[in-house]
């Protein structure tokens, strides 16, 4: 019980610092490294993705899920004979939460956290990957990779605890997270925009690159 009434107590303060902050001070951020890649990367050890989940075709940044630098490794789980029996992904966020005003050197307003996930997957139907991550906050997470189209997705839907949460402190876990998918980003977006390169880029509020 202990453990619970804490967990409920963070989830309160999560939801009060969320509702506080504004989604703006940390839209403009550059990727750089060696994440411009596009689709799948697949091998005989498995599959991996690297990227940073949106809501694809969303233009207000509001509804926008918090900037995300995320890289998927899929492992091939094999037998004695060396057959692959199932398929075991890791997913890596490194996610970065604003807060209200512009950066200030003396009161940081900008905040980093890294979280991971796995998922054991399944293959539904032809092409199509599904693992589920359950959860004892608002919502359960599903990762869904589509061999066929070349895209990974993240879809959610409530745990049994959401109604009890949203008992105590009314609208603490809100509306259903709409599916969020895996695009890809870039250090170059303005080359891009230029036409010298296929347009795939990350597209944040406040970036002038957009």
């Known amino acids: 019980m202990f453990i619970r009434d804490v967990f409920i107590a963070t989830l309160f303060a999560i939801f009060a610092y969320a509702s506080a902050a504004s989604g ?3 839209s403009n951020v550059a990727a750089i490294g060696t994440f411009d890649e596009s689709g799948l990367q697949e091998s005989v ?10 809501i694809q075709g ?3 940044e509001s509804k926008q899920p918090l900037f995300n630098l995320t890289t998927i490794d899929c492992e091939n789980r094999r037998d004695e004979m060396g057959k692959v029996v199932s398929l075991e992904c890791k997913v890596t966020k490194a996610v970065v939460w604003p807060d209200s005003g512009k950066p ?13 996930s ?3 997957m399944k293959e539904l139907q032809k092409g199509i990957l599904t ?3 359950t959860d004892t906050g608002c919502f359960n997470t599903m990762l869904t990779i589509d061999r066929n189209t070349k895209r990974v997705y993240l879809s959610f839907t ?8 949203d008992q105590i402190l009314p609208g603490t876990c809100g509306s259903l997270l709409r599916t969020q ?7 170059w977006p303005r080359i891009r925009k230029q036409g010298q390169a296929p347009q795939r880029f990350c597209d944040f509020s406040s970036s002038g690159d957009k």
Do not use: H, W
């Not at 409530?158 to 949460?165: I, N, P």
């Not at 998918?181 to 250090?187: A, H, I, R």
């Open 45 to 54: 050890y498995g599959i991996n993705a690297t990227g940073t989940f949106r």
């Open 131 to 133: 693992g589920v991550e």
């Open 158 to 165: 409530r745990t049994k605890y959401a109604d009890q949460y």
């Open 118 to 120: 796995t998922y054991a």
């Open 104 to 116: 200030d050197t003396d009161n940081p307003n900008c905040f980093l956290d890294l979280t991971s």
């Open 24 to 26: 703006n001070s940390c």
């Open 181 to 187: 998918v895996l695009m890809n980003c870039t250090p």
């Open 58 to 60: 969303e233009e207000d």
